[in-house]
């Protein structure tokens, strides 16, 4: 009896040792945690779940993915900030992102951004002045929307220039039956999209707002130039009078109520128009915004990675950011965004999802972007220089108060100096 229960402590002693084993080897095993913003197409945080689970299996990694609607994740960000518990990655707009590296809360993503193919057009979405701290995770480039069909139908070719938009939309123009060959808003009440189209007009006939070393440089004969194409596009009645008052939702309006030609918006419209209308999406075309003198410039954003330095992981952090880009895993991913999220890094369009016209028009745009604020640097003062909508009002001023366009151009030039303190 006493054999049998010496056996039996001494197996629960071996017991007892290997479950504590298991618990302290199970204690010590490395946290990540990811912090995800939800999309509204749910294979996104499905994909991207699933390949956290994956890297964390392999890792041995105790991994915790959370989805956080865009609209709540700054506020929970910025509190676990205060509280000394952020996560180690986020995915957030890179609007946001520079906002957190303006803190000095970023880790550095410099092996990232050595070991990834990541695109010049990527870059510049995520440039800030002291290193790099974000990582391009896809592009959100907005596209030209043209009634494919009203251009046709007057035997024209599509433009791919801003001289060509101007002749051909006087021609395609309508105004006696509500149809206007363009839908441009150009309200300073809005969010950024009519000042970003203003920029991506002026940089692209060749003037430059503010150079890479924040002087304020848009005092120039091409900048005057570039004042002078805008504002006759409403002082010739080729966008609807109410136009020139527009916010941000303006076009979309309008765009889907048939009564303009062309537009230039995200892939926000594109998705409304596939579940609403999808007969007035079989008319439209997707293009790259057209292009001037200087180029084509297109003032794009992008979701973007973040790791905290304050994170527990870094290492894990920057490894997994890394294995996001493995080819057929991000390749995949992009053709279940439906065109609406372009690639951030080479070698993943040659496929027939991307030579489709219905997705190649967003491609091509994508092959264009800059950040809003180029080419200057990623300020503070800056960007509410931006926010200040300082060249829609000048646009306002030339077109409801018949202001000479260069006394207009002088009084944005000082605008702009007053915003800078310069």
């Known amino acids: 009896m006493k054999r049998i229960i010496s056996i039996i402590l001494g197996l629960a002693i071996v017991t007892s040792i290997f479950a504590n084993g298991a618990q302290e080897q199970n204690t010590n095993k490395k946290k990540l945690v990811f912090w995800d913003k939800s999309e ?30 865009p609209n709540d994740l700054k506020q929970k960000l910025l509190a676990s900030i205060e509280g000394g518990n952020p996560p180690d990655i986020i995915v957030t707009d890179d609007f946001s992102a520079k906002q957190y590296a303006g803190m000095e809360q970023l880790l550095s993503v410099d092996s990232v951004m050595n070991a990834v193919p990541f695109t010049t057009a990527a870059k510049n979405i995520v440039q800030v002045t002291n290193g790099n701290f974000i990582v391009p995770m896809c592009i959100l480039a907005p596209a030209m929307y043209i ?217 091509e745009s994508s092959k264009h972007g800059v950040n809003n604020l180029y080419p200057a640097p990623s300020t503070d003062l800056i960007a509410n220089a931006f926010s200040e909508q300082l060249c829609v009002k000048a646009i306002q001023q030339i077109v409801l108060n018949n202001v000479d366009p260069q006394i207009a151009l002088d009084n944005l030039e000082q605008s702009f100096k007053d915003t800078l303190g310069q």
Request: with cysteine; glycine share 10%.
């Open 147 to 363: 009634r494919a069909d009203k251009w046709e139908e007057k035997g024209l070719d599509l433009p791919t220039t801003w001289d060509e938009l101007y002749e051909t939309a006087k021609v395609v123009n309508d105004p006696e039956n509500d149809f206007y060959a363009l839908g441009y808003p150009m309200g300073a009440s809005g969010g950024g999209d009519a000042e970003a189209m203003c920029r991506s007009i002026i940089l692209s006939f060749g003037g430059v707002p503010i150079d890479e070393n924040g002087v304020v440089t848009i005092n120039s004969a091409e900048t005057l130039s570039a004042l002078k194409f805008i504002a006759k596009l409403y002082t010739e009645n080729l966008c609807p009078p109410s136009a020139i008052t527009w916010d941000d939702m303006g076009n979309n309006t309008a765009y889907g109520a048939g009564s303009v030609g062309v537009i230039q918006n995200s892939g926000s419209v594109f998705s409304q128009l596939q579940k609403e209308n999808p007969e007035l999406l079989a008319k439209t075309r997707i293009l790259s915004y057209p292009s001037g003198v200087a180029g084509a410039f297109i003032p794009t954003g992008g979701n973007v990675f973040c790791a905290f330095k304050n994170g527990e992981s870094n290492d894990l952090a920057i490894e997994y950011i890394k294995s996001f880009f493995e080819k057929d895993f991000y390749e995949n991913l992009l053709t279940k965004m439906l065109g609406m999220w372009q690639p951030t890094i080479t070698g993943v369009t040659d496929n027939d999802f991307w030579k489709d016209p219905i997705n190649s028009g967003w491609l």
């Open 40 to 69: 509204y197409v749910q294979d996104y945080n499905v994909l991207s779940k699933q390949h956290f689970d994956e890297f964390c299996a392999e890792n041995n990694i105790d991994g915790e993915y959370v989805i956080i609607p």
